[in-house]
């Protein structure tokens, strides 16, 4: 149902005023549903919100994750860890970072941010 999602999602980013959280999961929702261009536009989008305002780098990684753009993903994930990103405690839930799941540095990452032995 990528169709509607989309919609939802559009809806969401134009009422909350583009907040950087929903312009992320309509970013991912591009990804995985094959739109890579519209996706990376949604990237541009938070790269330019993140010059007036905070924007977690967590939001790239997904959009990242679902490009399958694995290691660049884990790369946002650090920088929001190094950021204290309050959605760092979703990294074992959140299953928009599943593709994520069997990178050695994800795994390091969840560790050390206190969510594995």
Same mark, same amino acid.
């Given at each position: 149902m990528?169709?509607?999602?989309?919609?939802?999602? =559009?809806?969401?980013?134009?009422?909350s005023?583009? *907040?950087? =959280?929903?312009?992320?999961?309509?970013?991912?929702? +591009?990804?995985?549903?094959?739109?890579p261009?519209?996706?990376?536009?949604?990237?541009?989008?938070?790269?330019q919100? *993140?010059?007036?305002?905070?924007?977690?780098? +967590?939001?790239? *990684?997904?959009?990242?994750?679902?490009?399958?753009?694995?290691s =660049?993903? %884990? *790369?946002?994930?650090?920088?929001?860890?190094?950021?204290?990103?309050?959605?760092? %405690?979703k990294?074992k839930?959140?299953?928009?970072?599943?593709?994520? =799941?069997?990178?050695?540095?994800?795994?390091?990452?969840?560790?050390?941010?206190?969510?594995?032995?």
């Open positions: 990528f169709p509607e999602a989309l919609a939802e999602l =559009r809806k969401a980013v134009e009422l005023g583009d *907040a950087p =959280r929903n312009i992320a999961a309509l970013g991912h929702a +591009y990804a995985v549903s094959g739109q261009a519209e996706a990376h536009k949604a990237l541009q989008k938070l790269d919100l *993140a010059k007036g305002r905070y924007v977690s780098d +967590y939001g790239r *990684a997904l959009i990242c994750a679902g490009l399958g753009e694995n =660049r993903a %884990v *790369a946002w994930l650090e920088r929001a860890c190094q950021e204290r990103s309050s959605w760092m %405690v990294l839930v959140d299953p928009r970072l599943d593709p994520l =799941r069997a990178d050695v540095g994800f795994a390091d990452l969840v560790r050390r941010v206190g969510l594995a032995p």
